[in-house]
């Protein structure tokens, strides 16, 4: 269970980070504002955050696994609903606002599962990889991001993004 956790950590973290990480430039490409760039990040934070304690519920209550697999459906939604936004400022909140609730339900299962699956012992070492893994994850995701977008577009973006999570589905 402890590379599954890992796994879906560091996958949904990059999912989350790339997509994220290119919006304002796509946006801001379609002429949006820079107040409703402003308001699809504070929503899609908002999402990642604002149902945290909802997120560590259904994890004990549900299964981590199973809050797991919600969580890559959420970020298979999110990314079809934001790569098919074109120019559609509402369309493309909804797509990163669901991209936030994704990532929070993927991540906060994911620990929950990396924690109850570890002995005591090696818990902190293990931890501290996992962390170490999510983020190598979200900074190539963000740094792979803005090279796919300079050559294939935003569309194209959450369609790699979205090809994320089969192995984490998997």
């Not at 004990?60 to 559609?88: C, E, K, M, P």
């Not at 990532?103 to 005591?120: D, H, P």
């Amino acid at each position: 269970h402890a590379l599954t956790a890992i796994l879906a950590i560091a996958a949904s973290h990059a999912v989350m980070v790339s997509v994220m990480a290119l919006t304002p430039v796509h946006m801001q490409d379609h002429g949006s504002a820079l107040k409703i760039i402003g308001l699809t990040i504070s929503l899609h934070i908002a999402g990642m955050f604002a149902l945290s304690p909802l997120m560590g519920w259904l994890s004990d209550r549900w299964g981590a696994g199973r809050t797991i697999l919600l969580g890559q459906s959420i970020l298979l939604l999110a990314t079809f609903v934001a790569g098919t936004s074109g120019h559609s400022e509402a369309q493309i909140m909804v797509g990163l606002t669901l991209l936030g609730i994704g990532w929070s339900a993927s991540v906060i299962a994911g620990a929950a599962m990396l924690s109850a699956s570890l002995e005591t012992s090696v818990r902190p070492v293990v931890q501290g990889f996992s962390d170490l893994s999510m983020n190598l994850a979200g900074a190539f995701g963000g740094l792979l991001a803005g090279v796919v977008v300079a050559t294939s577009g935003y569309g194209t973006l959450n369609a790699a993004a979205a090809v994320l999570t089969l192995p984490v589905i998997a």
